[in-house]
């Protein structure tokens, strides 16, 4: 099921933003402190960085690795878990915050994402793009090593290795050279792939590099980990454990970042002479982020994905696959003020997912949001509020599901409405079926509508795959009754 963004002033979405607002301000508040820090802190000692001629624009740069990324997040399978994707944001953003001012590149569009392969790797493109598998966080034993990962490929990316090879190397058309990094990246075809000894591309001319660029990316990721709180001796752990969890079918990160010599004891040496800006990386945010990637399937290998490809099934893909297994409704529940007029219980085991002007209720698993913004569910409520325009309830909820038949073209509707008691009023109910944009299986939905003093229109979505749609809908009509509505000033 495909949630809708509804934009009107509603009291609902004023809350979430205001928790939002209240959020941000304490996180400057941490910043500001940080500031502090660093201007007592004495200037530190650091390896200089070279800059290499390089006969591309970074508006070429950009351009190259916007094309391949696209390319990428279609052929490869992606994560598609709103948490762990946020997750790996945040760690890049920190880091990119931290890129010297004389680095900086106003024209590059960082963005990092999640593939939902085995294999311990990373890869990032021209211009900005950051792909890390799931492999690479599964091996990470803490969210330093993992940004440790990170800032070595955002260094790539500063420094612009990859059209600095190009440069230097065999002069590409633009054109030529996008194919050439996505041919890299996705192998040709199926069967190339698993004749590759099942590699995404890290034979690549163009992703593999040089011991100098590794040994530059991994001093100026070291410098970029400490401004930004992480102790680089945590990138050195982690080229460790890749070195020696590649086992015998071969690191494949490190075929294309190959040691440069002494690796580890570079790395470490360049830490001593790193102040540490703060300490960056919460310990119970990345054990979360494990224990919710170790409720998933496992990630298929590259090879088990492009024999997939090749026999023409769809390729398993993380959450989108609808591989994740999601826990039936608690019969704990817990109480929830999502907008000032409004109390309900959901599940215990739900939890709130604010954003845009809905609130959604969703048990771990259920919910996702896809690389174009748009989220779906496959289990769970969605509450918003929508403008009454003068009409009864019955058209107001009419135009509602019509606005939600225009995004799931499968929507069906089994029979008309009953009346509900929402809050001590009456309400709407009505139950209509679905195809799931995420698992491709049929799902039951269940809609039901109320209105506010103000003429506005509470509704409250709740689906589930019609397999388990008997304890969903109690779980919806017990959500239903615990409804206490406060909009009577
Ligand atoms: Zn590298």
């Known amino acids: 099921m495909n949630a809708l963004d509804f934009s009107g002033g509603l009291t609902l979405a004023r809350n979430v933003r205001m928790t939002r607002l209240l959020r941000h301000s304490s996180s400057r508040v941490a910043v500001l402190a940080s500031a502090l820090t660093l201007a007592v802190m004495p200037t530190w000692a650091q390896t200089p960085i070279e800059r290499h001629s390089n006969s591309y624009t970074p508006e070429q740069d950009v351009q190259l690795g916007q094309q391949a990324a696209a390319e990428v997040r279609q052929q490869m399978p992606m994560l598609n878990d709103e948490r762990i994707e946020d997750y790996v944001e945040r760690i890049g953003e920190r880091l990119v915050r931290e890129i010297p001012d004389e680095w900086e590149q106003p024209a590059f569009r960082y963005s990092f994402d999640v593939v939902n392969l085995k294999e311990i790797n990373a890869f990032a493109l021209p211009g900005g793009p950051m792909f890390l598998h799931r492999g ?86 070291a410098q970029i980990m400490a401004r930004a709180g992480y102790d680089p001796r945590q990138m050195a752990n982690m080229f460790q454990t890749i070195a020696r969890e590649g086992g015998g079918r071969g690191p494949e990160w490190l075929s294309s970042h190959p040691d440069p010599g002494n690796r580890y004891e570079m790395i470490n040496r360049e830490a001593e002479m790193l102040e540490i800006d703060g300490n960056a990386g919460s310990g119970a945010e990345f054990s979360n982020v494990k224990s919710r990637l170790a409720q998933m399937s496992p990630a298929p290998t590259s090879e088990q994905v492009a024999r997939a490809r090749q026999s023409g099934q769809r390729v398993p893909a993380g959450n989108t696959g609808g591989a994740a297994r999601v826990e039936p409704p608690s019969n704990q529940w817990r109480t929830y003020q999502p907008g000032n007029f409004l109390r309900l219980n959901v599940p215990a085991n739900w939890e709130q997912i604010g954003g845009g002007n809905t609130v959604r209720y969703a048990p771990e698993g259920g919910f996702f949001q896809a690389q174009s913004g748009q989220s779906s569910f496959t289990h769970g409520m969605e509450l918003g509020v929508i403008d009454g325009d003068g009409a009864s309830l019955q058209q107001a909820t009419e135009r509602l599901l019509q606005s939600f038949a225009r995004t799931n073209p499968q929507l069906r509707r089994q029979g008309g409405y009953s009346r509900a008691n929402i809050g001590g009023r009456q309400g709407l109910t009505t139950n209509l079926t679905n195809v799931s944009d995420v ?51």
């Open 439 to 489: 698992t491709g299986q049929r799902e039951v939905v269940n809609v039901s509508t109320v209105q506010l003093r103000d003429g506005s229109v509470l509704f409250l979505i709740g689906v589930a795959p019609q397999s388990e749609s008997r304890a969903y809908f109690n779980t919806f009509n017990r959500i239903r009754q615990s409804i206490q509505l406060a909009d009577n000033r």
């Open 136 to 221: 690479m966080i599964e091996a990470a034993r803490t969210e330093a090593e993992v940004a440790g990962v990170m800032a070595h490929e955002l260094s790539h990316v500063i420094l612009r290795h990859g059209t600095v090879q190009a440069t230097k190397g065999q002069k590409f058309q633009i054109g030529a050279v996008a194919g050439q990094i996505l041919g890299a990246i996705v192998g040709g075809t199926a069967g190339d792939v698993i004749a590759q000894g099942s590699q995404f591309g890290l034979g690549a001319y163009f992703l593999k590099y040089s011991r100098e660029y590794e040994r530059e990316a991994d001093l100026f990721g």
